[in-house]
C-alpha cells in the first residue's frame, strides 16, 4: 500500500476512535438527545441559551422578528447582540422545525465532535502517530470545558474547527488555505481567530496567511454599521475567565471552568523536546484563558496582575466577555506535543492508556446529571394568543429577557427586547406584578402603542391577580401556567 494512503487510513482510525471515544463521554446529554437537554436545568431563565433560542426561531428573518421587541420604541440593531447568527442562518429552520430539545442538541453536539476531531487532525498534521493522535484527541475529549462551554447555546461561539484545521494546514505548508479557515474563524467569534491567527505566526511566520483579511474583511464591513449599538463591560474578576484550580482539573469550580489536567503535560513536553514555538503559543493561550485578574477559584481577589488586562483596554477588545473559551483553543494545543511525546512510545500503549482512562473521566470529571427541560413557560398562552386578534403583548413576569423564549409563538410585538435594560413603559406596567393597579396615564400609553393582551406566566414570581381583574376584567385565558387579560381600547 502507497505510504500516503497508509497514512490516510491511519488518520481515518484515529478519527473513529476519537469519535466513539467521545460520545462515551458524552453519553450524559448524547444518551437521550430528545428529552436530555445539553445545557443549564435553568434554560428558560439561562441569557446565552434565551438568546441563542431566540435567534433560532427568528431565522431566517431576523430583522422582521427584531422589529417585534422593544415595542413602540424599537431596539438597537440585533447584530449588536448576535454578531455571528451563521448558525441561525443557515440551521435556524431546520433546528427549529425539530422538537426541544432534540435539534440544539444535535447542533451542541456535532459541534462537539467537530472541535474533537479537528485537535485529533491536527496531531496527526504536526506528525503525530496515529495511537499516540487518538488518544491526546480522547484526552481533548475528556476535558469538561470542551464538553460544557458548547453548552447552553453557546454553539457559534465554541465552534472552534475552523481555526484547528487552519492551523494543521499552516503546520502542512497550504498556509493560503489556512489563512482562509481562519478567518473563517474570526467570522465565528473574532477573539477565536485572533488567537489563531497569533498562534499560527508564532509557529511558523507565512504571508499567505493574511488571506484571513479577505473573510475578515466582508464580515467587518457588515458588522461596523451596528458596532456603535454594542454593549461591553471588561469581565469582572474570575468570573467569566479560567480559575487556576479549574486549570488543574479541581471540583472547586463548575465544569464549565475545568481542563482535563493530564493536557499539562503537554507543556512539559513542550519544554523538555525544546520545542519553543509551542510553548510560547500556549504561554498565549493561557495566559488569555486566565484572564485580566487571575484568581484560584470563582470569585475570589486576584493572585497578579495579568497583561491581559491591558489588552482589553486596546479598542473592540473590551466586548470579550469570556476569556474561558480561550481554554478551549488551549487544550488542543496542549494536546499537540504531548501526542508528538507519546509517539515515542511503543506504538499501542498510548492509545490503550487513553482508552482505560475514559471510565475515569467519565466519572470524575464529566460526571454531570444533565436535566430533562420541557417546552418554555407560557408556551399554550403563546399559541393561543396567536389565533386572536392582533395585538402587542405585555409579558409582565420574567424580566426582560424570558419573555424571548415564546415570542415566537405568539409573534405579536412586547416591550422587552436583546438589550438587558428595562424600557420605562415595563417598569411602569409591572405595578401589576407587585399588586398594585398601574396608573391611567400608563394604561393609556399602552392602549395608544396597541397593547391589547397583557400575560402573565409562572416563572419562579407570585403575582397577586386582583390588581389585574379589579383594572382590566377577567382573564379572557387560563391555564395551569398561564393567564392572559385583555386591555381592551
Known amino acids: 500500500m502507497p505510504e500516503a494512503r497508509r497514512e490516510a487510513l491511519h488518520t481515518a482510525l484515529a478519527l473513529a476512535v476519537v469519535a466513539v471515544g467521545a460520545l462515551v463521554l458524552a453519553t450524559g446529554p448524547a444518551a437521550d438527545l430528545r428529552t436530555r437537554f445539553w445545557g443549564p436545568e435553568t434554560a428558560w431563565s439561562h441569557m446565552d441559551f434565551l438568546g441563542t433560542w431566540w435567534m433560532l426561531q427568528a431565522s431566517p428573518d431576523l430583522d422582521g422578528a427584531a422589529a417585534l421587541l422593544r415595542h413602540p420604541v424599537g431596539g438597537a440593531d440585533w447584530r449588536a447582540n448576535f454578531p455571528n447568527p451563521w448558525d441561525a442562518w443557515l440551521l435556524g429552520p431546520l433546528l427549529s422545525a425539530l422538537p426541544f430539545p432534540l435539534g440544539i442538541n444535535l447542533w451542541q453536539l456535532c459541534i462537539h465532535l467537530g472541535n474533537v476531531l479537528a485537535a485529533t487532525w491536527l496531531c496527526r498534521a504536526a506528525g ?42 499552516h503546520l502542512r505548508g497550504r498556509s493560503a488555505w489556512a489563512g482562509l479557515l481562519i478567518g473563517l474563524q474570526g467570522a465565528c467569534y473574532v477573539y477565536a481567530g485572533l488567537a489563531v491567527g497569533v498562534v499560527a505566526l508564532i509557529l511558523r511566520f507565512d504571508p499567505r496567511l493574511f488571506t484571513a483579511l479577505v473573510p475578515m474583511a466582508a464580515y467587518v464591513a457588515w458588522l461596523v454599521p451596528s458596532w456603535s449599538q454594542a454593549v461591553g463591560n471588561t469581565p469582572p474578576a474570575g468570573h467569566t475567565s479560567l480559575p487556576l484550580s479549574g486549570l488543574l482539573g479541581l471540583d472547586l469550580v463548575p465544569e464549565r471552568f475545568r481542563m482535563n489536567p493530564v493536557l499539562l503535560a503537554g507543556a512539559v513536553a513542550a519544554g523538555a523536546t525544546k520545542r519553543w514555538r509551542w510553548l510560547a503559543a500556549i504561554g498565549l493561550l493561557l495566559a488569555l484563558a486566565l484572564g485580566p485578574s487571575p484568581t484560584w477559584a470563582l470569585g475570589k481577589v486576584a493572585l497578579f496582575p495579568s497583561p491581559v488586562a491591558w489588552l482589553l483596554q486596546l479598542p473592540g477588545l473590551s466586548r470579550m466577555h469570556h476569556p474561558v473559551r480561550h481554554a478551549m483553543l488551549l487544550a488542543p ?30 466519572a470524575s470529571w464529566l460526571a454531570v446529571g444533565w436535566p430533562t427541560v420541557g417546552p418554555p413557560p407560557g408556551l399554550a398562552a403563546a399559541t393561543w394568543i396567536a389565533t386572536q386578534p392582533d395585538g402587542a403583548v405585555v409579558d409582565l413576569t420574567g424580566g426582560v429577557l424570558q419573555p424571548l423564549a415564546i415570542v415566537h409563538a405568539h409573534g405579536r410585538p412586547i416591550l422587552q427586547g436583546l438589550r438587558p435594560d428595562e424600557p420605562p413603559l415595563l417598569h411602569e406596567a409591572r405595578a401589576w406584578t407587585r399588586g398594585d393597579e398601574v396608573e391611567a396615564a400608563t394604561l393609556q400609553a399602552l392602549r395608544d402603542a396597541d397593547f391589547r393582551y397583557v400575560l ?19 382573564p379572557i385565558y387560563r391555564d395551569e401556567e398561564a393567564g392572559v387579560w385583555g386591555i381592551g381600547e
Do not use: F, Y
Request: proline share 9%; with cysteine; hydrophobic share 60%.
Open 333 to 362: 494545543l496542549l494536546a499537540v506535543p504531548l501526542s508528538l511525546a507519546l509517539g515515542r512510545l511503543p506504538s499501542a500503549t498510548p492509545l490503550l492508556a487513553a482508552l482505560l482512562a475514559l471510565p475515569m473521566a467519565r
Open 128 to 169: 503525530a502517530r496515529a495511537p499516540a493522535a487518538a488518544a491526546a484527541g480522547l484526552l481533548v475529549a475528556a476535558c469538561p470545558v470542551m464538553q460544557h462551554e458548547v453548552a447552553g447555546g453557546r454553539t457559534i461561539s465554541g465552534l472552534l474547527w475552523p481555526g484547528l484545521l487552519g492551523l494543521g494546514l
Open 456 to 474: 402573565v406566566v409562572a416563572r419562579g414570581e407570585a403575582v397577586p391577580e386582583e390588581a389585574l381583574t379589579a383594572q382590566l376584567g377577567a
